[in-house]
C-alpha cells in the first residue's frame, strides 16, 4: 500500500514538472498533491487563525491624502484645481456582515471608477477595482490592470487572467469564491499616449502604488480574507512592505500589516508569480503550485483532482 502511494505521488509530481504552458496547469497541477514534497519554504503556522469577539467592531480611520504635485490631478473643476479625492468614508466599522461588506465595497468602486488621485486616472479607459465573492476565504492581488482589463473594467481577464482561473480551479475553488484585485486600479502605461497599443503595459510605479494603496488595504479589510496570495514582485513588496526579491519573499506567510486600516483580526499574506511571468516561464510553474498548495493545506483544500 505504502509503496503503491509513493508511486504514484512519484508519477503525479513528474506530470506536473512536465508541464510546458498554461493550458496544461490543472492538468499537472490538479491531479496531485504530491508537488508539496518538492516545496523548500517555512511551513505555515498550523495553529487556527484567532477569531474577532462576536459583536466587537474595530474603527478604521483613513487619514487625509497627501498627494505630491507630480500626483495632482490633471483635471479640474470650477472649484479650483488639485481637488483631492478621499476614501468613501472616514470611518468603517468592522467586521461586517454580507450585505455590509457589498455595499461597501460597491460605495469603494464607485470611488475608484471617478479617482483621479494619481495620474494614471488620466489615461485609463476603465478603472478595475476588482470583483469576487465579499466573504472570500482567499483573495489575490495583482500589480494592476493590463490592456484588456482597462477595456473590460475587470481584473485578470486576459491570457494571464485565464491562466489564474485556472490555478483557482486547481486549488480546488472558482473564481466565484475567491476575490481578484490589483494594487493598482488603472492602467499603467509605457506610452499614456496610445492605450489601444498593445504591450503597452508596466508596473505601477512607487508614487502611484502611494496614492492608490488605500483603496486594496480597504477591500482586504472589509473582506477580510483568511490568506492574501500577492501575485507577482511589486504586490507582494507593496503589501509584505519588504523590498526583497520576490524569490526570497515566497515560500512563507507573513502576517499582513496594513497602513491605513486596523484588520478585524490576523490576515496572513503570501507571495507567488504573476500568472504572466508564468505564461512567460512555465518552469516556474511548480514553485507556484508548492505555493499554492501551502494555502490549499491551511484551508483543507483537496484541489481539483477528482
Ligand atoms: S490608479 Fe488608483 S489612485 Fe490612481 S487614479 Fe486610478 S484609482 Fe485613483
Same mark, same amino acid.
Given at each position: 500500500?505504502?509503496?503503491?502511494?509513493?508511486?504514484?505521488?512519484?508519477?503525479?509530481?513528474?506530470?506536473?514538472?512536465?508541464?510546458?504552458?498554461?493550458? +496544461? %496547469?490543472?492538468? #499537472?497541477?490538479?491531479?496531485? =498533491?504530491?508537488?508539496?514534497?518538492? $516545496?523548500?519554504?517555512?511551513? /505555515? &503556522?498550523?495553529?487556527?487563525?484567532?477569531?474577532?469577539?462576536?459583536?466587537?467592531?474595530?474603527?478604521? +480611520? %483613513?487619514?487625509? #491624502?497627501?498627494?505630491?504635485? =507630480?500626483?495632482?490631478?490633471?483635471? $479640474?473643476?470650477?472649484?479650483? /484645481? &488639485?481637488?483631492?479625492?478621499?476614501?468613501?468614508?472616514?470611518?468603517?466599522?468592522?467586521?461586517?456582515?454580507?450585505?455590509?461588506?457589498?455595499?461597501?465595497?460597491?460605495?469603494?468602486?464607485?470611488?475608484?471608477?471617478?479617482?483621479?488621485?494619481?495620474?494614471?486616472?488620466?489615461?485609463?479607459?476603465?478603472?478595475?477595482?476588482?470583483?469576487?465573492?465579499?466573504?472570500?476565504?482567499?483573495?489575490?492581488?495583482?500589480?494592476?490592470?493590463?490592456?484588456?482589463?482597462?477595456?473590460?473594467?475587470?481584473?485578470?481577464?486576459?491570457?494571464?487572467?485565464?491562466?489564474?482561473?485556472?490555478?483557482?480551479?486547481?486549488?480546488?475553488?472558482?473564481?466565484?469564491?475567491?476575490?481578484?484585485?490589483?494594487?493598482?486600479?488603472?492602467?499603467?502605461?509605457?506610452?499614456?499616449?496610445?492605450?489601444?497599443?498593445?504591450?503597452?503595459?508596466?508596473?505601477?510605479?512607487?508614487?502611484?502604488?502611494?496614492?492608490?494603496?488605500?483603496?486594496?488595504?480597504?477591500?482586504?479589510?472589509?473582506?477580510?480574507?483568511?490568506?492574501?496570495?500577492?501575485?507577482?514582485?511589486?504586490?507582494?513588496?507593496?503589501?509584505?512592505?519588504?523590498?526583497?526579491?520576490?524569490?526570497?519573499?515566497?515560500?512563507?506567510?507573513?502576517?499582513?500589516?496594513?497602513?491605513?486600516?486596523?484588520?478585524?483580526?490576523?490576515?496572513?499574506?503570501?507571495?507567488?508569480?504573476?500568472?504572466?511571468?508564468?505564461?512567460?516561464?512555465?518552469?516556474?510553474?511548480?514553485?507556484?503550485?508548492?505555493?499554492?498548495?501551502?494555502?490549499?493545506?491551511?484551508?483543507?483544500?483537496?484541489?481539483?483532482?477528482?
Amino acid at each position: 500500500m505504502a509503496n503503491d502511494s509513493l508511486r504514484r505521488l512519484a508519477s503525479d509530481l513528474k506530470t506536473f514538472l512536465a508541464a510546458q504552458d498554461e493550458d +496544461e %496547469f490543472i492538468t #499537472a497541477a490538479a491531479p496531485s =498533491r504530491a508537488a508539496a514534497v518538492v $516545496s523548500g519554504g517555512e511551513q /505555515p &503556522a498550523s495553529k487556527p487563525l484567532p477569531k474577532m469577539p462576536e459583536g466587537e467592531t474595530l474603527t478604521v +480611520e %483613513f487619514p487625509r #491624502a497627501v498627494v505630491s504635485p =507630480r500626483q495632482t490631478p490633471q483635471t $479640474s473643476s470650477a472649484a479650483g /484645481p &488639485a481637488a483631492i479625492q478621499q476614501p468613501p468614508s472616514a470611518a468603517t466599522q468592522l467586521p461586517m456582515n454580507t450585505a455590509q461588506k457589498t455595499a461597501e465595497l460597491a460605495q469603494l468602486a464607485e470611488t475608484i471608477k471617478t479617482c483621479t488621485r494619481c495620474p494614471l486616472g488620466a489615461t485609463r479607459l476603465n478603472a478595475v477595482p476588482g470583483e469576487g465573492n465579499v466573504n472570500a476565504d482567499v483573495m489575490f492581488v495583482g500589480e494592476g490592470p493590463g490592456f484588456d482589463e482597462d477595456r473590460q473594467g475587470r481584473p485578470f481577464v486576459g491570457r494571464a487572467g485565464q491562466l489564474l482561473d485556472k490555478m483557482i480551479v486547481a486549488m480546488g475553488l472558482t473564481r466565484e469564491q475567491v476575490f481578484i484585485a490589483n494594487i493598482a486600479k488603472c492602467h499603467p502605461m509605457t506610452d499614456p499616449l496610445h492605450p489601444e497599443k498593445h504591450g503597452n503595459d508596466r508596473a505601477p510605479n512607487a508614487e502611484e502604488i502611494a496614492c492608490c494603496r488605500k483603496y486594496i488595504e480597504k477591500q482586504i479589510a472589509v473582506i477580510c480574507p483568511k490568506y492574501v496570495i500577492a501575485l507577482g514582485g511589486v504586490a507582494a513588496k507593496a503589501l509584505i512592505a519588504d523590498a526583497k526579491s520576490l524569490g526570497a519573499l515566497r515560500g512563507k506567510f507573513y502576517d499582513l500589516h496594513l497602513d491605513s486600516v486596523s484588520l478585524p483580526r490576523p490576515i496572513k499574506i503570501l507571495a507567488t508569480f504573476h500568472p504572466a511571468a508564468l505564461l512567460r516561464n512555465p518552469g516556474w510553474k511548480k514553485d507556484a503550485w508548492t505555493d499554492l498548495q501551502m494555502v490549499m493545506d491551511q484551508l483543507g483544500l483537496k484541489g481539483a483532482r477528482k
